[in-house]
């Protein structure tokens, strides 16, 4: 397992943009396919993104195709998630998550991830 640490949460006004950052420790980062998982009110968590270990490979929500890219650095342990053309229905914690495997099989099932950060609040104002 790895330890997980969000950042990059704010506050913004809809049609900004925010970057936020998971630092994870441990030296297996690089192995784990990791995700993006955010959670609104009153509501179930949804997988936002999802990366393979070695960044070749990424899947989107649809709901925010074309405005959320996720990427990740594996020589500085650290996954990002920018998001544009923020929207008031994109807030909610954000939570980056880690988890082993094959990365087309489950990456949207929170319960197939096995490591979590503490979430970040985003709160996008109309």
């Known amino acids: 397992q790895v330890t997980l640490v969000e950042s990059g949460g704010g506050l913004v006004q809809a049609g900004g943009s925010l970057r936020l950052s998971c630092a994870a420790s441990?030296?297996?980062?690089?192995?784990?396919?990791m995700g993006w998982f955010r959670q609104a009110p009153g509501k179930e968590r949804e997988i936002v993104a999802a990366?393979?270990?070695?960044?070749?490979?990424?899947n989107y929500a649809d709901s925010v195709k074309g405005r959320f890219t996720i990427s990740r650095d594996n020589a500085k342990n650290t996954v990002y998630l920018q998001m544009n053309s923020l929207k008031p229905e994109d807030t909610a914690i954000y939570y980056c998550?880690?988890?082993?495997?094959?990365?087309?099989?489950?990456?949207?099932?929170?319960?197939?991830?096995?490591?979590w950060g503490q979430g970040t609040q985003v709160t996008v104002s109309s």
């Open positions: 990366i393979s270990w070695s960044g070749s490979n990424t």
């Open positions: 998550a880690a988890r082993a495997g094959a990365f087309n099989t489950n990456y949207g099932r929170a319960a197939s991830y096995n490591s």
């Open positions: 441990g030296r297996t980062f690089s192995s784990y396919h």
